[in-house]
């Protein structure tokens, strides 16, 4: 059941604006008395800084290439992903020093440190735009290109923020004689960051126009394509995508000069120029059809009915009959399958667009998004604890499945199983950074506010009634902390003896042993009516091929075959998605596929996070996203 909200109503005279209480929580929930995790409560060896900057330590030291700029394990979207995590990180750094500036603490020998580290990690960032695979993601999924777009949008926006910095110490060093050094021409310079802006800017701005090719109005009254060369299914993570990296690019770019022409190929399923092309054609900032496409896309998907009975999207839609010629152009076959990305990155554009109209009800869906995800791990917000008695588990007893998680963990389906594919590994991370991104906290803005939408026509927002909404929108994220300590805890204890997270994080809550794990039939999510293509991939059947390219010999796994992952060049088939653990010979003759057989495999150290593609990069980055979320949120509670 879906929480249910009183009315806001969003008032426009002074001194209404002045009395009215907003909250985003529901009834049940304390107003005034939010869970407050303070900055040194949540302590493993050292600080939750420290284990922060550890999390990215490991991942860029053990993973990231700075040779070829790239975590060379990674996939095309991944790594973009990857990215996106850095840039997050980059802007938590310069937030700490900001905090501690305003708050009086001598930060200038800390600025020299934190200098270094963000100097060591853009500057790896600009090794990845030279070895991002642009190329190949021109060809691939709307989703893959829009991922890139938000990766050099977040990358384009901790550069803004950080070269304006007001918490940059100034030196009084002189010789007495009136002579100071560094000198004003010194002093004055720009960070060297933003030289790199127009770049980062062009980047997203092609991605941007290549993706925006996805958004069809001839079938389901609108909403944006997935994959251009499968049969048409409008899922829930592209349209998100496009929301987000939209209303992003009205906040956040930076304009483009650079017009430079798209490459062409015959075999290339792009146009060989953005619509309007001319060689003097400039892109300026906030140009209104970012934001018109944002609004479009998020009242298409609200109305789309993409949500289940626990309020969570759902996987996407296909359209039945469209295989067989019918003109049937509806969206009714909606695939029920759960993952938790899908209801993550919806939280930056429903925070962004906030920031273009505060209309509280951006915000009202997004914490009513958290809460539902928080229920659905088993998670009781009124009594900050897991709805099961997690105390008296037997040995390698799991708690039940309660829709994306169990034991007030966040968790995907695939998990238990040690099934997970290097898309799954990549999931939970992204739920956190957008989480992160939802929950910052609410200023003043600094651009001229929309007031007039398709959403919303009153008046800009007093300061009275702005402060209040800011208010209202801490409290609530303040009241989700003891959940997120509670899982940055379970992630934290899935780390190996080198500093590597794990991608089961309930593993780690429970201290189970691969040899004595139980998968009844209640603590598994039930499969029945969902299609888990993100692990299994993608069908080899009339609802998600066209016939021209379907693979022969491809099935649902068995001894047809393990299922594959349809991918965009006829010659290049993904092999099954459960990394490096392949068939053994004679697992044909006992029907086995390649996840089964994996997770079945009892290593010696009987680490139920080593079953599968095992600590990868993409689970190093979920353990940094999660750890970095409650460091932002905790620092909101002092």
């Known amino acids: 059941m879906l929480i249910q909200w009183a009315k806001v109503a969003f008032l426009v005279t002074a001194a209404s604006a002045a009395e009215q209480s907003f909250s985003f929580l529901p009834r049940h929930l304390g107003k005034d008395d939010p869970v407050i995790v303070k900055g040194r409560d949540y302590v493993f060896n050292v600080t939750l800084f420290d284990e922060m900057m550890n999390a990215i330590d490991v991942m860029q030291e053990v993973y ?87 990766g050099w949008l977040d990358t384009t926006k901790f550069v803004e923020g950080y070269s304006s910095a007001s918490s940059r110490p100034l030196s009084d060093f002189g010789d007495g004689n009136g002579v100071e050094f560094p000198t004003e021409t010194l002093r004055n310079r720009t960070w060297h960051g933003t030289l790199w802006t127009p770049a980062f800017a062009h980047r ?3 991605f941007w126009e290549l993706a925006a090719a996805g958004w069809d109005t001839t079938l389901c009254g609108g909403g944006m394509n997935w994959n251009p060369r499968l049969l048409p299914y409008k899922n829930a993570i592209t349209n998100e995508l496009f929301i987000a990296a939209s209303v992003m690019m009205y906040l956040h770019f930076p304009g483009d000069e650079n017009n430079s022409p798209f490459i062409s190929s015959e075999h290339s399923q792009q146009p060989r120029s953005p619509p309007n092309h001319s060689t003097d054609k400039k892109w300026y900032p906030h140009d209104p059809k970012y934001l018109a496409a944002a609004l479009d896309a998020y009242s298409w998907l609200l109305s789309s009915n993409m949500t289940n009975d626990l309020g969570l999207y759902a996987d996407g839609f296909h359209i039945s009959g469209y295989s067989s010629g019918s003109n049937n152009t509806k969206c009714d076959e909606r695939d029920e399958m759960l993952y938790t990305y899908n209801q993550g990155v919806l939280l930056t554009g429903q925070r962004s667009l906030f920031s273009v109209d505060p209309d509280p009800s951006y915000l009202k869906a997004g914490h009513t998004l958290i809460q539902n995800v928080i229920r659905a791990t088993g998670w009781d917000l009124a009594r900050d604890s897991p709805v099961d008695d997690l105390d008296n588990l037997k040995p390698g007893e799991l708690p039940p499945w309660r829709g994306l998680g169990r034991a007030g963990i966040l968790e995907e389906v695939c998990d238990a199983k040690g099934e997970c594919s290097q898309d799954a590994q990549t999931f939970k991370g992204i739920w956190m950074h957008h989480f992160t991104a939802f929950c910052s906290p609410i200023s ?55 500093g590597k997270f794990g991608m089961w994080w309930t593993a780690g809550l429970l201290n189970i042993k691969t040899s004595e794990l139980r998968l ?11 299609t888990d293509y993100r692990n299994q991939g993608v069908p080899q059947t009339s609802e998600w091929v066209p ?84 460091w932002e949120l905790s620092v909101q509670g002092e």
Not at 563 to 574: A, C, E, H, L, P
Request: charged fraction near 20%.
């Open 64 to 150: 990231f290439q700075p040779w070829v700029g790239t975590w060379p394990s990674a996939i095309d979207w991944t790594a973009a992903v990857l990215g996106t995590h850095i840039a997050g990180t980059l802007e938590t750094l310069h937030r700490s020093l900001e905090i501690a500036a305003s708050r009086g603490i001598e930060i200038s020998e800390g600025w020299s440190a934190t200098e270094n580290t963000i100097s060591l990690y853009f500057s790896q960032l600009i090794g990845f735009y030279f070895g991002q695979n642009i190329f190949a993601l021109r060809q691939e999924a709307f989703d893959d290109m829009l991922w890139v777009v938000l």
């Open 204 to 206: 997203a701005r092609i």
């Open 444 to 498: 003043q803005p600094q651009l001229p506010l929309r007031h007039t939408t398709k959403t919303s026509t009153a008046p800009p927002p007093g300061p009275d009634l702005w402060k209040s909404i800011a208010k209202a929108h801490s409290a609530a994220c303040l009241q989700y902390s003891g959940w997120l300590k509670h899982n940055a805890h379970a992630a934290a204890r899935t780390r190996d003896s080198q």
């Open 520 to 530: 009844g039939r209640n603590s598994l999510a039930p499969m029945e009516g969902v």
């Open 547 to 630: 016939a021209g390219r379907l693979l022969h010999g491809g099935g649902g796994g068995g001894a047809g075959g393990p299922t594959v992952v349809y991918k965009d060049r006829d010659s290049n088939v993904q092999r099954p998605l459960t990394g490096s653990c392949q068939l053994s010979k004679g697992s044909e003759k006992t029907g086995l596929n390649v996840a089964e057989e994996c997770s079945r495999k009892v290593v010696d150290d009987n680490d139920p996070n080593t079953r599968g593609r095992g600590r990868t990069v993409e689970t190093q980055s979920g353990g940094l996203a999660v750890l970095r979320a409650l």
